[in-house]
Each structure stands twice: as C-alpha cells, then as structure tokens.
C-alpha cells in the first residue's frame, strides 16, 4: 500500500471537501437540498478527523433514493481517488440522507439537528432548521439521545476499538491522543453538560471550555485543551506510561462529574446519592429496557440505508492506498445490528407489541400484508449475510453480496415505514 501524504493542517480543508462533495452530488442529483455535518468545523483535527455528514433530498421513491445512492458512490470514489490526502476524512460516506419534511417531523424529532454545521446548501432551509430548535424546549428524547452517548462513552478507554485507519505515518502517532481526546473524554463532556443544563451543547471544544470555566485548576481539562491547540505535540505523544495515565485522569473527571449527571436523570428511576458504579448499572440496565417511539426505530433503519449501498461500494472498490479490511469487518457489525435486527424489532414492536419476535415468525406474520412472499424471502437473506463472520475475507464477501441486493432490500424497508406511519 502507497503511503499517504501529509495532509494541509488548515481546518479551511473541511469546508473545500464539503463544496467539492456537495456541488458534485447537486449536479447530478435533481432533489438535493443541502449537505450538513454532526460537528462543528472547530471540533474536526486536519489528518486525524473524519467528516461525518448528512444529505438533505426532497421526498423520492425507493429507485430515486437509490439513485441518489450511485451518484453519492460515485462522487465519494473519485474523490478519494483524486485526493489521496483527504483519506481519513473520506473515511465514509454520509450516515444518513433525510428530507425537509422528516427534518422537521415532531414524530421524527432528531436531537442531533440541534448541532449540526451547514456546510453547503438551499439557505432557507437551514434558517428553518436553526429556528426550528431554537423553539424547542428541552423533552425526554433530548435527554435520551445524549444519556445514550454518556453511556456510550462510560468506563475507562477502550484500547481496543479506535484504530487510526487512513492516517499519514508521520501524525499515526498523534491519532493515539485524538482517538483519548476527541473520540471518548470530550463528547463524554459534551452528553454530561448537555444533561445537567437541559440544553444541547453545540460543539466538543465548546463542552470542553465550559467545564474549564466551572473547573478552572482541573489538570485533565487544562492540559486537553493545551493538547489540542497545540495539536496533540504533548510528552504524551512520546512517553506510553503519559498516555496511560492521561486516560487515567479522564476517568477520574468523568468519574467526579457523574453524580450531576445522574442527579438528573428522569428517564431512569435512580437511587439518590448511591453508589456511581451500581447507579450507572442501574442506568444502562433501564435504558436497555426502555422502548421509547418505535416509528423511530424503523425509520433510524430506513434513513440510514439510502446512503448505505454507497459505503458497501467505497470499501469493496477502493483504491490501493485507501485501507479497508477493519472498515469492512465494522460495517458488516453495522448490518448485523443497525439495518436488520434493530430496524425490525422495532417494526415487530410497532406493528404487534412484540420486538423479541424470531425473524421466522415476524416475517410469517407480515405476510401478505404489508410484504410479499418475495420480500419476506429477501429479508432472510439479507439476515443471513448479516450474520457470517466477521474474519476480513468472509466479510468482504458478505459486504458484496449486501451490496448487490440492498436497493432490492431498501425498497422493503421503505415499504414496511409506511406501514408503520398509518399504525401511529
């Protein structure tokens, strides 16, 4: 594999990378509306960040959806072709494309929309969005939108789960620090400030600076701010045992801000003034059974697949210097939970009370009303190439076999969200 060049470290990057992406993407896809991001342009570290975004479309049917799908393929493909040293940040393709009327749906509410960035689009509807949250008070599903992100991110830092993929070998060693930083300890921050103030909180660096000011001798807030403006050039960098006790210190803030978190917590029954370890078992065990807005489920399942097809094609067709075995093992993960199990539970929910339904007797029951025996038949096959394993050859395999059945597989899921909007 090529090495990858060093990447321009000016943060203006994002903003040329979201205008290339989106003017290419808008002329060729009729119904675009505008390209969003989940973070603020502040939060994204040139080399180290990826660019998580989203597409904003008018209403399309299942074949337009995945013909949007090929442009957005096409367009991401040339692009990490011609520019090899935007790799990490062409890491993947949009998570999710959404229309306006979704956007502002109360059914549909997204407590994400409450920071995102606008990188690119129809002026207007940005406007709408940004008035749109300004007006709404803070509810439940703020509250467990980022309780799921605290949970998230609770515990000491995984070692495991955050390789640095598509990073140039001379900053590699910074992405150890990034990965501390900006993937665990600041968005843990940001979903504990968020809950004990009622308010979403915009960016990381802003979560991060607000801490400082209630906390201002805290050594772990001091010295992460320090780090990343001075981007990550810290005796961390260099000294293994630094690094591990920089973790260490995360932990322990997190650990120390915890009890206002919980304090707050209404979506959950707590004991008051208990024990940290006992009530975060408590938290995660009721939010594990909580089954708040179904709907939401299946459409989670259905806004994710339209970009879907496109990432499968990204790492199936990438080129030499783009690496993709661990991204492939990851998104067969993603396919496994997200886009089957999680997407039709939800409907089973939805549709009989019953989310724990075996997929045989979900599917028996859906047909022939809402799904065809067809359909039904490539629904269990879909499962069932979600289901092999996870080894790089058998997941590439599985990656291939998703990809050329997904628009097929796509239009089911469309089907059965209808369904599910005239049952709520």
Not at 148 to 172: C, T
Not at 326 to 345: C, D, K, M, P, S
Not at 364 to 373: F, G, T, W
Request: net charge negative.
């Amino acid at each position: 594999m090529p090495p990858l060049p060093i990447p321009d470290w000016s943060p203006r990057q994002f903003f040329e990378l979201a205008e290339i992406y989106s003017q290419r993407v808008a002329e060729a896809a009729p119904g675009f509306v505008a390209t969003v991001a989940k973070w603020r342009p502040e939060d994204l570290i040139p080399g180290l960040s990826d660019i998580d975004t989203r597409i904003v479309a008018q209403e399309m049917s299942p074949e337009e959806w995945m013909a949007l799908d090929q442009v957005i393929s096409d367009v991401h493909l040339d692009l990490v072709r011609e520019r090899p040293e935007w790799s990490r940040k062409l890491e993947h393709e949009p998570g999710y494309c959404l229309t306006p009327e979704e956007a502002f749906d109360p059914l549909l509410y997204q407590a994400e929309m409450a920071h995102w960035s606008f990188y690119y689009g129809d002026q207007e509807f940005i406007i709408q969005v940004r008035e749109h949250m300004r007006g709404r008070p803070w509810e439940l599903r703020d509250e467990l939108h980022h309780l799921k992100r605290w949970l998230m991110f609770w515990g000491p830092y995984n070692r495991e789960i955050d390789p640095p993929i598509n990073v140039a070998l001379p900053i590699e060693p910074k992405y150890a620090l990034h990965s501390r930083a900006m993937h665990y300890f600041v968005p843990s921050l940001q979903a504990a400030l968020s809950l004990v103030s009622r308010r979403t909180v915009h960016g990381k660096r802003e979560a991060l600076y607000r801490w400082l000011e209630s906390f201002p001798q805290e050594r772990v807030l001091n010295e992460t701010a320090h780090m990343l403006e001075v981007h990550y050039g810290v005796a961390a960098l260099e000294d293994r045992e630094e690094l591990f006790s920089y973790e260490d210190r995360c932990y322990a803030f997190l650990r120390r801000i915890a009890p206002q978190v919980l304090d707050v917590v209404t979506a959950v029954q707590l004991p008051k003034n208990g024990d940290i370890d006992q009530a975060m078992a408590l938290l995660r065990a009721g939010m594990g059974a909580l089954r708040v807005n179904p709907l939401s489920g299946v459409y989670n399942g259905l806004r994710g697949s339209r970009p879907r097809r496109a990432r499968y094609w990204l790492y199936l067709k990438a080129p030499e210097h783009f690496a993709t075995d661990w991204l492939i093992r990851n998104e067969v993960g993603f396919l496994q939970r997200n886009f089957t199990h999680y997407t039709w539970a939800a409907y089973a929910a939805l549709r009989w009370g019953e989310p724990d339904l075996p997929l045989d007797e979900l599917l028996a029951r859906a047909q022939p009303n809402p799904l065809s025996r067809e359909e039904a038949k490539l629904v269990a096959e879909m499962f069932a190439i979600a289901e092999r394993t996870k080894e790089s050859s058998m997941a590439r395999q599985a990656l291939q076999e998703a990809a050329e059945c997904y628009a097929d597989y796509y239009a089911v899921l469309d089907k059965i969200y209808r369904d599910a909007r005239q049952r709520v």
